[in-house]
């Protein structure tokens, strides 16, 4: 079940995201990230394949996108804060820059 | 060639646009909709196509989307305001609604 993180379960789980840039903001209690791409057309394919693990997973980014830039912020929205989905979806997209 | 519309032609070609919910914000200078869709996949589907247009016409909008939602800025960065490029692709954007 999803559950909402104490303090040091959250350190864990996001500490190897802060390293690709990742950041917990704790007073909106999201996680999020800005990627840069080449283009629009690299950054809305980035979003595409984002969209199918969210659906998948049932669990869906607040993002936006202004050409070449993407800003992601992650939160659960049933839970009223950050939960292990967050972290998984968060890797996920680091995955499919490589 | 793509121009900064005066005040009158800006009017008149976005009157057509206001009737569809879309805004204008002199502030910004920004032509501005939020779109409601039945959920996750329908909103980035409309997103998928729209951004084939956006592309296409190299004239990309600012936005977000947050579950079912789609909240989209037009303006001309480059012109530094609103251009006839923003309403003809506004225009698209309702056209691809229906």
Redesign the interface.
């Known amino acids: 079940m999803t559950e909402l993180l104490s303090p040091s379960v959250r350190e864990t789980l996001f500490e190897p995201l802060y390293a690709t840039g990742w950041t917990y903001d704790a007073e909106t209690d999201v996680l999020q990230k800005d990627f840069t791409f080449q283009d629009?057309?690299e950054a809305?394919a980035f979003?595409?394949r984002a969209?199918m693990w969210?659906?998948k997973w049932d669990h869906?980014?607040?993002?936006?996108?202004?050409?070449n830039r993407v800003t992601v912020a992650l939160t659960t929205h049933d839970m009223g804060g950050v939960t292990s989905l967050d972290a998984k979806l968060a890797r996920k997209m680091d995955q499919l820059l490589t």
Not at 60 to 67: G, K, L, V
Request: proline share 6%; aromatic share 24%.
């Open positions: 629009f057309t809305f979003m595409t969209a969210a659906e869906h980014p607040d993002w936006s996108n202004c050409y």
